[in-house]
């Protein structure tokens, strides 16, 4: 008679009652309240902090990774998208950049680092990934292509969810073009 998330919470606590050295979890607040996925969260972190419990978590959750992790890998198709890295050097990595143009997006697509171009109403975002220097080569090529009518923003931080979602499509129209 318990609901889903007491559920989740319960079986949460019965693998974590066991102190394993490694607790793999597969969207372990999948469907949960946010009170309740934030009461599992705390509870893995506890696990990992006093324990020293090495935790794998799966799960298309974004902000419970950026709560949870030290490291990201992500998956794609059953496959590796990208290799597995700290948070910080993968958000790091990456910026954004607002263009308006009337330039078609296909002639912004193979600009140097640009990750992914999210075209929006009169605008396309663009997702940059790479060290600074590539990423500062890919801004002078996109301003360059973009037009001198263009009006293109300063280049700027991005979210763990913005640059997980631009790998993540990026990776899904290189497996729809094979």
């Not at 324990?51 to 298309?60: M, S, Y």
């Not at 709560?67 to 954004?96: C, H, K, N, W, Y």
């Amino acid at each position: 008679e318990l609901s889903r998330g007491q559920r989740a919470q319960a079986v949460v606590g019965l693998a974590l009652a066991q102190s394993p050295d490694l607790l793999m979890l597969d969207d372990p607040t999948l469907g949960l309240d946010p009170l309740a996925r934030r009461s599992v969260v705390q509870a893995v972190l506890a696990l990992a902090r006093d324990a020293g419990t090495t935790v794998l978590i799966a799960t298309h959750e974004i902000a419970d990774v950026e709560r949870l992790a030290d490291e990201i890998l992500l998956l794609s198709r059953g496959r590796v998208a990208t290799p597995a890295q700290d948070i910080e050097s993968f958000v790091g990595d990456a910026r954004a950049v607002t263009v308006e143009t009337d330039v078609a997006i296909d002639a912004l697509r193979s600009v140097e680092a640009a990750l992914y171009l999210w075209p929006r109403r009169a605008k396309v975002e663009v997702i940059f990934s790479g060290d600074e220097a590539a990423i500062s080569r890919g801004y002078d090529q996109l301003v360059e292509r973009a037009g001198e009518r263009a009006v293109v923003s300063e280049p700027r931080a991005v979210s763990l969810e913005e640059v997980t979602l631009a790998w993540l499509a990026r990776d899904s129209e290189e497996a729809d073009s094979h």
